[in-house]
């Protein structure tokens, strides 16, 4: 039998959480020892070769892939989190989701300007939650060198989104 590839540890669930989304649900991929490691691998590579200070994870995927990216990197992890559940100083900044809308924030103190920041999330859709993290780090002086997913949904458009905005964009999977 071949072997599983990443793709293989992704199962989809129908209208989940609301009627015609395809849920890709990680979660399967996140519990098995060689699936995770090789995701962590394979978000690592395109940056390997390069200057990274912090990894930002977005809520709430990307704080499991985040933490072990800054860890495999001997960086520090950064949380953007969704409204209200950072605890000190924050800056905010709303974005539009595949199903409603949100806001994202970040601790005010938590990226350096000119620190060169990894952001790390398990899927990109329409590129909104992305793009506020993006904005997020670039408002504290922050420069993105990469956003790294699991999963890209290229017909939702978030890659040209972020590409138009002069990002690199890694994706293991569609
Ligand atoms: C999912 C996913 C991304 C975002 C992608 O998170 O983990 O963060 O949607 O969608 P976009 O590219 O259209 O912005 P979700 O909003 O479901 O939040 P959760 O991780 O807190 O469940
Ligand atoms: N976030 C936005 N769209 C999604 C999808 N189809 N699967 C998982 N997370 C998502």
New binding site residues.
């Given amino acids: 039998m071949a072997r599983k590839t990443l793709r293989d540890y992704i199962r989809t669930i129908p209208d989940f ?1 609301h009627e015609g989304i395809m849920f890709r649900d990680v979660t399967t991929l996140f519990a098995d020892p060689r699936g995770f490691r090789m995701c962590i691998d394979q978000l690592l590579h395109p940056f390997a070769d390069q200057r990274i200070d912090k990894v930002v994870g ?5 704080f499991i892939l985040g933490g072990a990216v800054a860890h495999q990197l001997s960086v520090g992890f950064v949380p953007i989190r ?1 409204k209200g559940k950072l605890p000190a100083a924050t800056l905010s900044q709303e ?1 539009q ?2 199903y409603g809308s ?1 806001t994202m924030e970040v601790h005010d103190d938590a990226i350096l300007e000119g620190e060169r920041i990894l952001i790390v ?10 793009e506020a993290g993006i904005k997020l780090v670039e408002r504290l002086g922050g420069v993105v060198t990469g956003c790294a997913f699991i999963v890209d949904l290229p017909d ?1 458009g ?1 890659r040209k989104r972020l590409e138009d905005m002069g990002m690199t964009v890694e994706a293991l999977c569609a």
């Fill in positions: 959480p977005l809520e709430a995927r990307g969704k974005y989701l595949e949100a999330d398990d899927l990109l859709a329409t590129g909104g939650t992305a939702l978030g």
